[in-house]
């Protein structure tokens, strides 16, 4: 017993190591050192656990081991059932840790994915991380500004914004997360129909948790970013790319009012950019939105409009800032959504909603800065 415990510390300092800056000098020798030692404790737990006194003494002293170093296992406590799960714990810390260099980080995400039983975990891992390099990411952007000049600092609006994008910056971490999830179920092994259902369903969970929907859009524009797109106009779907077909018809297949109103349409807008068929959808669920709209009041200056079933987040104020995100966006967009509304009446009198949001002060001075052609 006096020997597994000496070695319980040396897994105690392999966590540590994990989880720490030093994680950032790591070799493939030093991976699999950790996940063999991770072994050795899962069969060694395996082999105690059925000898009851033999494994109540061993929890005790192991309770007592860890509790006299700075503990790498959080609020959990350090026992032979957790060395039943010594490689969970390994993947957990290695996963964690925004120190890892990015080739590691591909192999252990790689062994985690293996089985397609352990995803939960993996996803939950995943966000961990995402959460951590976010805020890493931010404080460092904030040191650096912190190390200008205090009139600097306070004086340049736009550069202290883009300090705050937390949120974004946690999307696109995510985003890329799930791309090498992605990448190795349908690129870098032969994906089964049930490898499809099996991810399916994980994006249905993804896109319930708050910022779902943007990590999954944001997702397909990443993609598209690493394999090169023309900036002229949208890219045929991504057919030749598996990451962007999939994620693309899986998108496709959702009730696309949702999207509509749980992301940002600058994020609609770039993705409508590259994916055609996107653009399609998001311009035919806005004319939808269009058709029940009704008018409820009206005066000599304006009329004023409601959807006739549903609440605020389909307001005409709503529609409008949609249509403006289209015509400032790529020009190929703004120039397909111009020519894809009515041409507005020449008498004010039953303007349609088309054409009242078309002779909006904002429509017209986009038309007229931009130079648009219907």
């Known amino acids: 017993m006096d020997d597994l415990v000496q070695k319980a510390q040396i897994f105690l300092d392999i966590l540590t190591a994990a989880r720490g800056k030093g994680a950032a000098d790591w070799s493939m020798e030093d991976l699999e050192r950790a996940f063999g030692w991770a072994r050795y404790f899962e069969q060694a737990s395996a082999r105690i656990r059925s000898k009851s006194q033999i494994a109540d003494r061993l929890d005790r002293r192991l309770k007592v081991l860890a509790s006299t170093e700075a503990s790498p296992l959080g ?7 957790l060395l039943g799960h010594a490689k969970q714990f390994v993947d957990q810390a290695l996963l964690q840790n925004s120190h890892l260099p990015p080739m590691l980080y591909s192999v252990v995400l790689q062994r985690c994915g293996q089985n397609l039983g352990s995803q939960n975990q ?14 890493v990411q931010l404080i460092g952007h904030m040191r650096e500004l912190l190390h200008r000049n205090h009139s600097e600092l306070f004086h340049s609006g736009p550069e202290v914004s883009d300090c705050c994008q937390g949120r974004d910056i946690q999307v696109q971490t995510d985003a890329s997360l799930l791309l090498q999830f992605l990448r190795l179920h349908l690129v870098e092994s032969a994906p089964t129909q049930r490898t499809r259902s099996s991810i399916g ?70 993705v409508a950019a590259v994916y055609f068929s996107f653009y399609k959808t998001y311009l035919s669920c806005l004319v939808e939105w269009g058709k029940d709209m009704v008018v409820t009041g009206h ?24 249509v403006l ?50």
Do not use: Y
Request: charged share 15%.
């Open 122 to 135: 993996l996803m939950k891992d995943a966000v961990a991380f995402s959460q951590l390099q976010s805020a």
């Open 75 to 81: 609020h959990q406590q350090f026992s032979l059932q």
């Open 201 to 270: 369903k994980k994006l249905q969970e993804i896109v319930v948790q708050q910022q779902g929907w943007e990590t999954v859009l944001t997702a397909l524009v990443l993609n598209v970013g690493t394999h090169g797109t023309t900036s002229d106009g949208p890219s045929i779907d991504g057919e030749s790319n598996p990451i962007c077909r999939f994620l693309l018809q899986w998108v496709l297949q959702t009730e696309h009012n949702r999207i509509v109103f749980q992301v940002p349409s600058s994020l609609l807008v770039k």
């Open 325 to 374: 995100s289209l015509l400032k966006g790529p020009l190929h967009v703004a120039t397909a959504t111009l020519k894809s509304l009515p041409a507005p009446a020449t008498s004010p009198v039953n303007r349609t909603i088309w054409e009242e949001i078309l002779q909006t002060p904002q429509i017209i001075s986009i038309i007229q800065t931009n130079n648009l052609q219907e």
């Open 299 to 322: 005066t000599q200056q304006d009329r004023t409009w409601k959807h006739r079933t549903r609440d605020d987040h389909c307001s005409f104020e709503e529609l409008l800032s949609h």
